[in-house]
């Protein structure tokens, strides 16, 4: 009963901090910290967009969400899942991935589009370790639970070999975004929706592993967004040197038309079906 005074002044921090434009609470850790010593890099890195409402060519079905799938030497795993165990299914027999063989799945965030394939998942792989970041919705969870090996991740972790999550980082929802080391290049970021800001994630992992940044594979959540934002966005690619940009599912057609003349070379046609590999 002696903290009874603190939820109120955490009340009160939070509306001044929502009216003077701090939408996004603080981190529950040090941002310049260095968390991830223990991040040693792979040889190679292939990853192929399963899902993603960008089209592509073939019998591909193309819908609003987003799965990768990866393969970090010989650990492979899906980031994230598409709305629909169907086309997951669908598209994953023609990109023949076999699914039987991931050794786990990451979970960006609860919206529905990045969940929804989990039923097909359930099914062939019953009983494996999704990692989901701290702070999702209780009801996902429980969901998830019932079939699955569910991992919180409370903090930036090192989930495999070369393969460290950002944990959860505020954006409206608790979402993570994962990074991939491949030896003498950097990190390959893959991100969900990016509530977070996408500017804000690339240049977190950046703090707390001081490795260059390769590559941003992900939606970047920018439809609507102000010239100024997508400009200030290009200028933290151009200035961490990013070698390789691919803006996919939730950035928008403006945004991808954007950075295709802001980046020039470094932006990169993302759709459904592309097989990205990067190797030292
Ligand atoms: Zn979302
Ligand atoms: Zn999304």
């Not at 001044?16 to 040090?30: D, H, R």
């Not at 993570?176 to 030896?183: H, L």
């Not at 046609?269 to 590999?277: A, N, R, S, T, Y």
Request: charged fraction near 20%.
């Amino acid at each position: 009963m002696r903290r009874t005074w603190f939820i109120p002044v955490l009340i009160a921090l939070a509306i001044l901090g929502y009216v003077f434009g701090f939408s996004y609470p603080p981190l529950s850790y040090p941002e310049n910290d260095r968390y991830v010593e223990e991040l040693r890099p792979v040889d190679k890195v292939e990853i192929v967009v399963v899902v993603d409402n960008n089209r592509g060519s073939g019998n591909l079905i193309s819908v609003w969400g987003i799965s990768l799938f990866v393969k970090a030497d010989d650990v492979s795993f899906l980031f994230d899942t598409g709305p629909d165990p169907e086309v997951l299914e669908h598209n994953v027999n023609i990109l023949k991935i076999d699914v039987g063989d991931i050794d786990f799945i990451v979970i960006s965030h609860e919206h529905g589009d990045h969940v929804g394939g989990m039923p097909y998942l359930e099914r062939v792989k019953p009983g494996i370790t999704v990692y989901v970041p701290r702070g999702m919705d209780m009801k996902t969870v429980n969901y998830l639970m019932k079939n699955l090996k569910v991992v919180e991740v409370e903090r930036p972790k090192v989930i495999a070999r070369g393969v460290v999550s950002s944990g959860p980082l505020y954006g409206g929802v608790y979402e993570q975004a994962v990074a991939i080391y491949v030896k003498n290049r950097g990190l390959v970021i893959l991100t969900g929706c990016s509530h977070p800001r996408v500017e804000y994630i690339v240049s977190f992992f950046h703090n707390i592993t001081e490795l260059p940044i390769y590559a941003v594979i992900g939606g970047f959540h920018l439809s609507g967004a102000e010239m100024e934002r997508l400009e200030k966005i290009a200028n933290v690619f151009l200035s961490l040197d990013v070698k390789m940009v691919y803006p996919i599912h939730c950035t928008g057609d403006v945004a991808r038309e954007f950075f295709s003349k802001s980046l020039g070379s470094r932006y990169k046609d993302g759709h459904v079906g592309i097989k990205v590999e990067i190797e030292e």
